[in-house]
């Protein structure tokens, strides 16, 4: 089993950035695919990010050209690097790793608003 605990989410504004953290718990992160997904109220989970084992990422429509999803290794850690934020971002953002079963940690509160 693996736990998720995901952190660096907060209040800004329009255009603005946040870093988002997710560290893993387990021995074999490098080997691992990570995923970021984020939920706003009413709607369902999306998948905002992946990236494997090897590096390869893929990207929602939605955020291409403005979100970076990377890992450190090391550190048992994705990150989610989010520029130019806009009020639709505004939701919980998870992590999770899609080879273990239904598995998440507490989320992390992104709000962009003016």
């Known amino acids: 089993q693996v736990q998720l605990v995901e952190s660096g989410g907060g209040l800004v504004q329009p255009g603005g950035s946040l870093r988002l953290s997710c560290v893993a718990s387990t021995s074999i992160f490098s080997s691992l695919t990570m995923r970021w997904y984020r939920q706003a109220p009413g709607k369902e989970r999306e998948l905002v990010a992946q990236?494997?084992?090897?590096?390869?990422?893929v990207y929602a429509d939605s955020v291409k050209g403005r979100f970076t999803i990377s890992r450190d290794n090391a550190k048992n850690t994705v990150y989610l690097q989010m520029n130019s934020l806009k009020p639709e971002d505004t939701a919980v953002y998870y992590c999770?790793?899609?080879?273990?079963?239904?598995?998440w940690g507490q989320g992390t509160q992104v709000t962009v608003s003016s």
């Open positions: 999770n790793v899609p080879s273990y079963v239904n598995v």
């Open positions: 990236i494997t084992g090897g590096g390869s990422t």
